[in-house]
T-cell receptor, first 116, second 116 residues
Framework: AQTVTQSQPEMSVQEAETVTLSCTYDTSESDYYLFWYKQPPSRQMILVIRQEAYKQQNATENRFSVNFQKAAKSFSLKISDSQLGDAAMYFCAYRIYGGANTPLVFGKGTRLSVIA | EPEVTQTPSHQVTQMGQEVILRCVPISNHLYFYWYRQILGQKVEFLVSFYNNEISEKSEIFDDQFSVERPDGSNFTLKIRSTKLEDSAMYFC??????????????FGAGTRLSVL
């Protein structure tokens, strides 16, 4: 079975600084997808960034980028120029390649605080 | 921007009672999901639903759980006889059903179920 591990329950960062959230996963599959979701307090989870395992190039979305190390099964999220609105719970998730509705496998989450 | 809507935001019930959690998925989406998160634990997949039937379910989704799409807009999760261990945050999600990484699951804000 696939598992996702987020080893940092809580992180904090100064406004305008850069922070990296860690995620490792375990799978025997060679093709899969990886995601980072953000959940602000009392709000819904929203997708931050996604990566296909067959793509070597790391995904980027504005201030958010990933460091995808397939051999190490690592998928960390880097947030640059942190803003107060980045404060949230961040979930790393894995989805097996294939069917349109394969379920997401989540990590426990990392709570990010942004200090003004 | 379209959102997945869940009601109520918080439900309190007595052990042994039936509860129905309600979700309104995004209107053009074809796939629907329920996940839950027990406090301090990972978000876990319960069930996915497509074309008016269950397409996949986890071992958590036993006979006390059922899902239904009673009309063209709602998607419900019923727990027949609640147990203390059913206390959790329940998330509904929906997706368009595109192939590959494009099949993004959009989440609601969740319903917190407290079983007393």
């Amino acid at each position: 079975a696939q598992t996702v591990t987020q080893s940092q329950p809580e992180m904090s960062v100064q406004e305008a600084e850069t922070v990296t959230l860690s995620c490792t996963y375990d799978t025997s599959e060679s093709d899969y997808y990886l995601f980072w979701y953000k959940q602000p307090p009392s709000r819904q989870m929203i997708l931050v960034i996604r990566q296909e395992a067959y793509k070597q190039q790391n995904a980027t979305e504005n201030r958010f980028s990933v460091n995808f190390q397939k051999a190490a099964k690592s998928f960390s999220l880097k947030i640059s120029d942190s803003q107060l609105g980045d404060a949230a719970m961040y979930f790393c998730a894995y989805r097996i390649y294939g069917g349109a509705n394969t379920p997401l496998v989540f990590g426990k989450g990392t709570r990010l605080s942004v200090i003004a | 921007e379209p959102e997945v809507t869940q009601t109520p935001s918080h439900q309190v019930t007595q052990m042994g009672q039936e509860v129905i959690l309600r979700c309104v998925p995004i209107s053009n989406h074809l796939y629907f999901y329920w996940y839950r998160q027990i406090l301090g634990q990972k978000v876990e997949f319960l069930v996915s639903f497509y074309n008016n039937e269950i397409s996949e379910k986890s071992e958590i989704f036993d006979d006390q759980f059922s899902v239904e799409r009673p009309d063209g807009s709602n998607f419900t999760l019923k727990i027949r006889s609640t147990k203390l261990e059913d206390s959790a945050m329940y998330f509904c999600a929906s997706s368009e059903g595109l192939a590959g990484v494009g099949n993004i699951q959009y989440f609601g804000a969740g319903t917190r179920l407290s079983v007393l």
